[in-house]
């Protein structure tokens, strides 16, 4: 199986910041390769598919860049209603993977 | 308007069976793949099976951890997604969310149907 190795497990951050998250793959992607944000109580939800497209209607300040195993989810400036956990996901090889999640809590 | 409603969860004790259900509406069901992941309560996200569509052979591909036990099908008449769950283990308590597959543009994910496992 491919290992989703995510970084921080946690992030402490303000309003305004800009933050960035990481995954590293145990082999390699290609671009099969997406970024989710959950919120407590909701199902998740895509931000990023194939490494660097942002899903419809998700704001310009988050971006995803990366290629073959590391990637990495960048928000710009952190808005209050990002606080969540961020999890990455790999959808080339089954079984898919995702990482172990990244909670972002506000300083 | 997309809509993923799963059902089917509970309480069923270790050993037993259950099935969940997703009913589709809003978009092509029959063209798309679709995936189950569970989230155990605290925990993060797996992903435990697919399903392709039949027109793409409508092949399955599962997690180790519920190989031979959990069986993902499809009726496309009825736009419904299945999760047949069999010899339940404590460890498969959890949300049960069905989502479009993670290769289509679009991302559909229901609210999730809970399981809990226990004796």
């Known amino acids: 199986d491919i290992q989703m190795t995510q970084s921080p497990s946690s992030l402490s951050a303000s309003v305004g910041d800009r933050v960035t998250i990481t995954c590293r793959a145990s082999?390699?992607?290609?671009?099969?390769f997406g970024w989710y944000q959950q919120k407590p109580g909701k199902a998740p939800k895509r931000l990023v598919y194939t490494v660097s497209s942002l899903q419809n209607g998700v704001p310009s300040r988050f971006s995803g860049s990366g290629s073959g195993t590391e990637f990495t989810l960048t928000i710009s400036s952190l808005q209050p209603e990002d606080f969540a956990t961020y999890y990455c996901?790999?959808?080339?090889?089954?079984?898919?993977?995702f990482g172990q999640g990244t909670k972002l809590e506000i300083k | 308007e997309v809509q993923l409603v799963e059902s089917g969860g509970g309480l069923v004790k270790p050993g037993g069976s259950l099935r969940l259900s997703c009913a589709a509406s809003?978009?092509?069901?029959?063209?798309?793949?679709m995936s189950w992941v569970r989230q155990a309560p605290g925990k993060g996200l797996e992903w435990i099976g697919r399903i392709k569509s039949n027109a793409d052979g409508g092949t399955t591909d599962y997690a180790a951890s519920v190989k031979g036990r959990l069986s993902v099908s499809r009726d496309d008449s009825k736009n419904t997604l299945y999760l047949q769950m069999n010899s339940l283990k404590t460890e498969d308590t959890g949300m049960y969310y069905c989502?479009?597959?993670?290769?289509?543009?679009?991302?559909?994910w229901g609210q999730g149907t809970l399981v809990t496992v226990s004796s």
């Open positions: 082999q390699g992607l290609r671009n099969d």
């Open positions: 989502t479009t597959d993670p290769a289509h543009i679009n991302d559909f």
């Open positions: 996901l790999q959808h080339n090889t089954y079984p898919y993977t």
């Open positions: 809003g978009f092509t069901f029959t063209k798309a793949w």
